[in-house]
């Protein structure tokens, strides 16, 4: 199996995608100039000279499946994961020794032939490299091992990855492509040779290159909130949405269970909490997770409560079966005025304080200016009616009778036009079309 991916992919220029996704190989046209490229094929061609290429003062491999070192029982991934095989160099007054031993698991893993006689007959989507580990596949990963394969190259070791071995088709391609790993460490791993003549074996043998592993796409299940006093602007949640998702992909790590969340606008009438929570038994990468959450998350804010400007909220959740692998949640926390007013809440109002130099205004609202103190909008456009001196914004901790949340009041110069000038700013902070004065 070596000789041939020797073959095909050094001198007749195939697979370069299978080494670029198993030996972090660059899929290029002039491959063979990569130093890493040269590396690997230098270790592979140096599997396929053993018989001719002993080392003088050496004795020779010695396989076996004589515990000899009593390191078959070892678990290397927890308990209850015995090992298929292990190699060992060691040095004697005679010269230099090199023994591969393999282990009893190692015996009830099929040859590369009864695999592809077990599969040929499925349909292809059911075919994936994680189901066609073989013997030979295993005895190659220990002969990697094997400090006279690398010579003067970087010896060949188990690399760790997310605080594992990397072992098997779908690790080293996550490891790869997804967590982007450096050819320099992909090269001296001991399964990724195993893995890269595997693929070049099994795509000759079907006809086409099983992926890393089977597709088993997750089932989402998108529930929307029912409503209730508790809702936020559309505008405001998809923004937020979109802000979350990459700084919680920052946060996810695959592999580990955990959960992260966000509070937006907390201890406003806009306050609303983005969260996303995930399994140890989730296989995305950060990219992905952050694809995801990027589609189901302003889905949520979008998708739910029909045409409607206010959005109450909901959950999407990845499962594989009943279990719940990926959640998405948004959730607005603070009670509003119900039912849902048909025009947000509004009224102002302008005084002449005589002798005083200048006009007082009064502002209150519901459903606008909810998360900013009305610095956003409201204080900007108000500005509009001159210099604006003693401005508060005070929000209310529930709304009040008349549906509004927040009251707002300062001072600004004198003039007649000051009514309809506080009005239209009123308006323009997406507030109601009103006229101030009168109650």
């Not at 003067?152 to 492509?177: F, M, S």
């Not at 529930?398 to 009005?423: M, V």
Request: glycine share 8%; with cysteine.
């Amino acid at each position: 199996m070596a000789t041939t991916a020797v073959k095909e992919w050094w001198d007749e220029g195939k697979h370069k995608e299978i080494a670029a996704t198993y030996l972090a190989i660059p899929d290029t046209d002039n491959y063979k100039d990569d130093k890493y490229a040269k590396q690997a094929v230098d270790n592979l061609k140096r599997v396929m000279k053993l018989s001719e290429a002993m080392p003088l003062g050496s004795k020779y491999i010695e396989v076996s499946c004589k515990d000899k070192w009593e390191m078959c029982k070892r678990n290397v991934e927890g308990v209850n994961r015995p090992i298929a095989g292990y190699a060992k160099n060691w040095m004697h007054v005679d010269g230099h020794h090199y023994d591969i031993v393999m282990c009893p698991p190692w015996f009830l893993v099929d040859t590369p032939d009864q695999l592809y006689n077990t599969w040929k007959d499925q349909p292809q989507g059911d075919i994936s490299m994680d189901y066609l580990e073989n013997d030979a596949g295993k005895l190659l990963h220990e002969f990697m091992h094997i400090t006279f394969i690398s010579e003067d190259r970087p010896e060949i070791k188990d690399k760790l990855y997310q605080g594992k071995r990397a072992y098997t088709a779908p690790v080293i391609a996550d490891w790869v492509l997804n967590y982007k790993a450096r050819a320099v460490d992909v090269v001296a791993n001991a399964d990724s040779y195993t893995q890269f003549v595997n693929a070049i074996h099994f795509k000759n043998k079907f006809g086409f290159l099983p992926p890393p592993e089977r597709e088993n796409p997750l089932k989402v299940n998108k529930e929307c909130y029912d409503g209730g006093n508790r809702y936020v602007d559309k505008d405001l949640a998809e923004k937020w949405a979109n802000d979350f998702c990459p700084n919680a992909a920052e946060k996810y790590k695959q592999g580990e269970r955990s959960s992260y969340d966000e509070q937006y606008a907390e201890d406003k009438p806009d306050h609303v909490e983005f969260a996303a929570k995930w399994a140890a038994s989730g296989r995305w990468s950060a990219a992905v997770f952050e694809d995801k959450c990027l589609d189901v998350l302003p889905d949520l804010v979008t998708g739910c409560d029909g045409a409607s400007r206010w959005k109450t909220g909901g959950v999407s959740r990845f499962q594989d079966g009943d279990d719940d692998i990926y959640t998405f949640m948004f959730t607005p926390k603070h009670d509003r005025p119900s039912p849902v007013p048909s025009e947000a809440p509004g009224w102002c109002d302008v005084y002449f304080k005589f002798p005083a130099p200048y006009n007082e205004f009064y502002i209150y609202g519901g459903l606008w200016a909810g998360n900013d103190h009305g610095q956003g909008q409201l204080l900007p456009n108000v500005r509009r009616c001159g210099v604006v001196t003693d401005w508060e914004f005070e929000y209310y901790e529930e709304p009040d009778k008349d549906g509004y949340e927040w009251k707002a009041w300062g001072k600004i110069p004198i003039g007649a036009q000051q009514w309809g000038c506080i009005a239209n700013a009123v308006k323009d902070s997406h507030g109601p079309e009103i006229t101030c004065g009168g109650k």
